[in-house]
């Protein structure tokens, strides 16, 4: 299992919020690329880059943010927040992340993710289903859908979609612990998706019951910034 620790960006700051509240924002780093450094030197791999301002835009907004952490790490940067383009697309690959989110251009526009698949592959693309009571919600999380999680999911996987981000609203940045249940029922249903787990990580024990259940990977935000769970103790799950 992948750990993928999180950094979301508001105005070139690393912050998180509560359950997505733009509101309820704590700024934890100034430096994005500082952050991103230090779990690269505490010897993780992935990371998950999240362009809060894009989301809430509509359109890519930190590319000054992604090219800095791409050209000065190593990481495997996955990237999302606001693409709406194929262009915006093409310039984050050639930027150097190697994957991009699409969560709410999945939902207004199906028909651009079956042509993006097409042209950057399955493994270039990750569907990022962001969920509260298993309903889809978008625009960076300040407008509920009426589709639920299994439905979604259903239509992509025939279209090609491999690589599934899903984020439980409710426990995103609480550290209550993640939804278990949510996560079982998506594997369930659809046991060949690459499935990475988001949303209310607290402690080291989250994390082995993820492994244990079979996801993919796993995001961790606020437990790190919290200290509920040190980069060190990391390496060992």
């Given at each position: 299992?992948?750990?993928?620790?999180?950094?979301?960006?508001?105005?070139?700051?690393?912050?998180?919020?509560?359950?997505?509240?733009?509101a309820?924002?704590?700024?934890?780093?100034?430096?994005?690329?500082?952050?991103?450094?230090?779990f690269?030197?505490?010897?993780?791999?992935?990371?998950?880059?999240?362009?809060?301002?894009?989301?809430?835009?509509?359109?890519?907004?930190?590319?000054?943010v992604?090219?800095?952490?791409?050209?000065?790490?190593?990481?495997?940067?996955?990237?999302?927040?606001?693409?709406?383009?194929?262009?915006?697309?093409?310039?984050?690959?050639?930027?150097?992340?190697?994957?991009?989110n699409?969560?709410?251009?999945?939902?207004?526009?199906?028909?651009?993710?079956?042509?993006?698949?097409?042209?950057?592959?399955?493994?270039?693309?990750?569907?990022?289903?962001?969920?509260?009571?298993?309903?889809?919600?978008?625009?960076?999380?300040?407008?509920?859908?009426?589709?639920?999680?299994?439905?979604?999911?259903?239509?992509?996987?025939?279209?090609?979609i491999?690589?599934?981000?899903?984020?439980?609203?409710?426990?995103?940045?609480?550290?209550?612990?993640p939804?278990?249940?949510?996560?079982?029922?998506?594997?369930?249903s659809?046991?060949?998706l690459?499935?990475?787990?988001?949303?209310?990580?607290s402690?080291?024990?989250?994390?082995?019951e993820?492994?244990?259940?079979?996801?993919?990977g796993?995001?961790?935000?606020?437990?790190?910034?919290?200290?509920?769970?040190?980069?060190?103790?990391?390496?060992?799950?």
């Open positions: 299992m992948r750990i993928i620790p999180a950094i979301d960006i508001i105005d070139g700051k690393c912050v998180r919020l509560k359950q997505g509240d733009y309820q924002k704590k700024v934890y780093n100034e430096n994005p690329l500082d952050v991103a450094k230090s690269e030197d505490a010897g993780l791999t992935h990371l998950h880059l999240v362009d809060l301002d894009g989301a809430k835009a509509g359109k890519v907004i930190s590319w000054k992604v090219e800095r952490i791409t050209s000065d790490t190593n990481l495997y940067v996955d990237f999302g927040g606001g693409i709406k383009t194929l262009d915006e697309i093409s310039k984050l690959l050639s930027l150097g992340v190697h994957q991009v699409l969560g709410s251009i999945a939902v207004k526009e199906p028909e651009k993710i079956t042509d993006w698949l097409k042209k950057f592959g399955a493994d270039k693309i990750i569907l990022s289903a962001d969920v509260k009571d298993e309903v889809i919600s978008i625009n960076g999380w300040q407008e509920n859908s009426s589709i639920r999680i299994v439905a979604f999911l259903k239509d992509y996987v025939q279209k090609g491999e690589h599934v981000t899903c984020t439980d609203i409710s426990t995103d940045g609480m550290l209550t612990g939804n278990i249940e949510l996560y079982k029922k998506i594997l369930l659809f046991p060949q690459h499935l990475i787990a988001s949303g209310g990580v402690c080291i024990e989250d994390l082995h993820l492994k244990r259940i079979g996801v993919d796993v995001i961790v935000g606020k437990a790190i910034y919290e200290g509920k769970i040190h980069l060190n103790d990391l390496k060992d799950i």
